[in-house]
T-cell receptor, first 111, second 114 residues
């Protein structure tokens, strides 16, 4: 079993929809959680960075962490065709030296 | 312009040749990382360095080597011992030592070995 599980998709939604992207994990020691967006043939871009449980909002993006369920989510409101990309979750322990990544979810927003 | 640069963007090599991928950052970050990305897989850590003249193996270090002689530079050599070197290689840096700090990525180098 992988340490971080992420549905590969693709997830196809119409423009303007609310998108929910999710990751589950098995290591209860993970404390820091990140979401990256990666366009085709480009490097990942950091979108959200959260610590422990709770919500964090930045513009159209909301990151949610539920440590009791070992489940994290990224919500995108009013999705745009420019949001079409692969979304990677990543996480690490309190004093960890490296990030553990999910395999990524492909998102397609249709105009 | 602050950021991470990787060169070249595309690289082609014959089997049996060593090849070095460049990674430079002007963000004054302490830590630097090399990842490999294959289709349908997440990023896998090859090597990382938290301080000049020191580096550690990641999860898939076999067939790779690195050096960290300067804070801003972390080149990766893909040796002929790497059995399946064709992949997308990503370099990252983070402002603090230790994985609890967020990482920022370069644009990547796509290596094709035939």
């Amino acid at each position: 079993q992988k340490e971080v599980e992420q549905d590969p998709g693709p997830l196809s939604v119409p423009e303007g929809a609310i998108v929910s992207l999710n990751c589950t994990y098995s290591n209860s020691a993970f404390q820091y959680f990140m979401w990256y967006r990666q366009y085709s043939r480009k490097g990942p871009e950091l979108l959200m960075y959260t610590y422990s449980s709770g919500n964090k909002e930045d513009g159209r993006f909301t990151a949610q962490v539920d440590k009791s369920s070992k489940y994290i989510s990224l919500f995108i409101r009013d999705s745009q065709p420019s949001d079409s990309a692969t979304y990677l979750c990543a996480m690490t322990e309190e004093y960890g030296n490296k990030l553990v990544f999910g395999a990524g979810t492909i998102l397609r927003v249709k105009s | 312009d602050g950021g991470i640069t990787q060169s070249p963007k595309y690289l082609f090599r014959k089997e049996g040749q060593n090849v070095t991928l460049s990674c430079e950052q002007n963000l004054n970050h302490d830590a630097m990382y090399w990842y490999r990305q294959d289709p349908g897989q997440g990023l896998r850590l090859i090597y990382y360095s938290q301080i000049v003249n020191d580096f550690q193996k990641g999860d898939i270090a076999e067939g790779y080597s690195v050096s960290r002689e300067k804070k801003e530079s972390f080149p990766l050599t893909v040796t002929s011992a790497q059995k399946n070197p064709t992949a997308f290689y990503l370099c990252a840096s983070s402002p603090k030592r230790g994985g609890t700090s967020e990482q920022y990525f370069g644009p990547g180098t796509r290596l094709t070995v035939t």
